[in-house]
């Protein structure tokens, strides 16, 4: 083995000298990704941090965007609008990247538009969020309400013969914005709300809403609380009061019920990706995932997955406009599509994406069984002001 | 009959998560800010039980211990020296509660938890089938009012530790170790606290933030009700009963409003509150 060596190292140093020449001809195409490294994202942030990591692998491996490397450029948002100001400013102005794609929350996304407007930078946005944020320079592949809310009110009032709805959720934008759309979307089928509750974000006690529940005796629930505490003692609350009746809720994610266990079994769930989903794409992105980071690897999630998919978007986009001036692959992103671990993706819809939308049911063991998929959905008009 | 049946468990419910900060800051007169952080606690101590595979009915013991020996530290360390200035103790006992909680988000996470419930189920009552852990509180509210009045009006260490609190000196005077009294009345109190963030975590999210939900009601019913505890589960069942028909009958928006409203308005009625010495 050992008179291989001088083999080896003379290829290595080729290798080095050949990248090192393409390097000055081929500047690397630079993609910003800003995330809640800190604060309340933080949680979900490895994930997209894998994600991400592992596009740009993939994507340099197979030759790169215009015969380019990509570079990645990962700053901390601190999950907020401060802390996201100061990161699109560095990624914008002292790193010049070409793009960036990242999974915020709403505040921190509506903190950079303005940064991304003065920069004219391409932005992905790749969180699901309340809908309608408009900006030349932004696509958004992740769901709004219009696509998450329709496969359950769709389900329990097909399947489950489901005609009175109870809904029930927590006193703020999320929560008013997606029982509003609810209820509208209900009516529109046919269905009666015959109750509307909430609770202060921070309120735990579910008792008067509870008794209502039981006394007006709906058919099915449907519930879009604050995440965490309030969502978990809603789903205690009912559970010990022995309450059966479907219950859809739309502020869970495949996570969160895994660690609720028995608490969250039978509980609906819409979602555009589950880590369940039966095709080859998910597969191999499971896989490849699982073989770059072996023992560290975060669980891919709703947050992480239209991550990844961003940045074949952005490729594709560079490639059919063959060049990364920010207006061409502007224009460009809007007819690209691709077809990623959540099925065919293009976001042509305002700006928005039509997507497959998965209704799952919480098993006992936690794990979420797919029990419907409605392709394409669509997100309606969003930006009706953007091309 | 749902109707009594909830005002009846919320009503118990507050009196348990009320009943240690009763001790602390009614009867001792010490704001216990951090009583939300013990609740907490409490919660995290279910949590642990689960974790090691125990039955979930030993988190009420161990909370009750942890709280216990928790409240004599706090006391020993930070409390003691602050006796006879009440505004040091509120800011200490503050920040005490900022660092429980951030010794929790460091051991456990910022994540839920969950823990195994004792007792699931319903049991048919008046013909309506209600939450057996809810109903499951009254008894327990009601012996844990028993046990403390007992305490307080019937025993040697009760005439004490009232002694001590209406004076001080004069109880020294007469022999009373009042540096004791207040030892172990203060870990009692925060002993209760835990115990109660166990007894609630069947009912509400473990998380590090499950205790602060309840400091600002259970700071409203101590302060109205003065100093015994069967003024304190009067104060409960009143404002308790008014919060369930607020949140049943207009919003529970509103409901959530109610006992700090009314609070309030009593107090500027009638200073004492409840009280009726």
Redesign the interface.
């Known amino acids: 083995m050992k008179s291989t060596y001088p083999l080896i190292r003379i290829a290595v140093l080729a290798a080095t000298a050949l990248v090192a020449t393409q390097g000055h001809a081929a500047e690397p195409i630079k993609i910003g990704v800003a995330v809640g490294l800190s604060g309340a994202n933080s949680?979900v942030a490895p994930a997209v941090v894998q994600s991400s990591e592992l596009a740009v692998e993939q994507i340099n491996a197979a030759g790169g965007i215009l015969g380019r490397p990509v570079q990645l450029e990962i700053v901390d948002d601190a999950s907020g609008a401060i802390g996201a100001q100061k990161a699109f400013d560095t990624l914008v102005l002292e790193k010049k990247v070409n793009a960036i794609i990242a999974m915020e929350s709403s505040a921190a996304r509506n903190a950079a538009l303005p940064v991304i407007s003065r920069g004219r930078v391409p932005y992905i946005y790749t969180s699901f969020y309340e809908g309608r944020s408009c900006n030349k320079w932004m696509y958004v592949n992740g769901w709004v309400p219009e696509q998450q809310v329709a496969p359950v009110v769709d389900y329990f009032s097909q399947k489950l013969g489901a005609k009175n709805y109870f809904l029930v959720g927590s006193?703020y934008a999320f929560g008013r914005g997606m029982l509003k759309f609810t209820k509208a979307y209900i009516e529109q089928h046919g269905g009666k709300v015959i109750g509307e509750?909430?609770?202060?974000m921070?309120?735990?006690?579910?008792?008067?809403?509870i008794?209502?529940i039981?006394?007006t005796q709906p058919d099915a629930l449907i519930s879009a609380t604050a995440g965490?505490?309030?969502?978990?003692?809603l789903a205690?609350?009912l559970?010990?009061?022995?309450l059966t009746l479907p219950y859809g809720n739309l502020a869970i994610d495949e996570g969160?019920g895994k660690?609720?266990?028995d608490?969250a079994t039978g509980m609906y769930m819409s979602a555009s990706y589950l880590t369940s989903i039966d095709t080859p794409e998910n597969k191999k992105f499971l896989s490849d995932l699982g073989q770059k980071f072996a023992g560290n690897l975060s669980t891919p999630n709703e947050l992480s997955e239209p991550q990844y998919e961003a940045f074949f978007l952005y490729k594709a986009a560079v490639e059919k406009a063959n060049s990364i001036d920010s207006a061409a692959v502007v224009e460009a992103l809007n007819d690209v599509s691709i077809v990623g671990p959540r099925g065919v993706v293009q976001m042509n819809a305002s700006r928005h994406t039509p997507l497959a939308m998965r209704l799952g049911q919480i098993q006992s063991d936690g794990s979420i069984r797919i029990l419907e998929t409605q392709e394409g959905v669509s997100p309606g008009i969003q930006c009706p002001n953007l091309k | 009959m749902?109707?009594i049946l909830?005002i009846t468990?919320?009503i118990a419910?507050l009196f348990i998560v009320t009943a240690g900060l009763m001790m602390i800051f009614g009867i001792m007169k010490i704001v216990n800010f951090a009583h939300g952080a013990l609740l907490t606690m409490g919660g995290y101590a279910a949590f642990v039980v689960t974790q090691l595979g125990w039955s979930p009915w030993l988190a009420w013991p161990l909370a009750l211990a942890t709280g216990m020996i928790v409240g004599a530290i706090i006391e020993y360390l930070i409390v003691r020296p602050l006796y006879k200035r009440p505004l040091d103790a509120i800011l200490a006992t503050w920040g005490l509660g900022i660092v429980i909680g951030q010794l929790i988000i460091l051991a456990f996470g910022?994540?839920?938890k969950?823990a195994d419930?004792p007792l699931?189920?319903?049991w048919s009552l008046g013909g309506t089938?209600?939450?057996?852990?809810?109903l499951l509180l009254i008894p327990l509210a009601l012996g844990l009012c028993a046990l403390l009045t007992a305490l307080l009006n019937g025993t040697r260490f009760g005439v004490k530790t009232r002694a001590v609190i209406m004076n001080e000196e004069l109880a020294s005077g007469l022999g009373i170790h009042a540096g004791r009294i207040r030892f172990i009345t203060f870990s009692l109190g925060a002993g209760l606290g835990t115990l109660a963030g166990a007894l609630i975590s069947?009912?509400?999210?473990i998380?590090p933030?499950?205790g602060?939900?309840w400091l600002v009601s259970a700071f409203m019913l101590v302060m109205v009700s003065g100093h015994s505890m069967p003024s304190l589960i009067a104060t409960c069942a009143v404002f308790g009963a008014c919060q369930?028909i607020v949140?049943?009958y207009a919003?529970?928006?509103l409901?959530?409003l109610t006992i700090a409203v009314l609070a309030a308005l009593t107090l500027r009625i009638r200073p004492k509150g409840f009280a009726h010495d």
Request: aromatic share 6%; charged share 20%; net charge negative.
């Open positions: 949680v006193d509750e909430y609770l202060p921070d309120g735990s006690d579910w008792t008067a809403v008794s209502k039981r006394s965490g505490a309030p969502n978990v003692s205690k609350q559970k010990a009061a022995a969160t660690t609720m266990g608490v | 749902v109707l909830d468990t919320t419910m910022r994540d839920v969950f419930v699931t189920g319903t089938d209600y939450s057996a852990y809810r069947p009912l509400s999210s998380d933030g499950m602060i939900t369930v949140s049943t919003s529970p928006v409901g959530g």
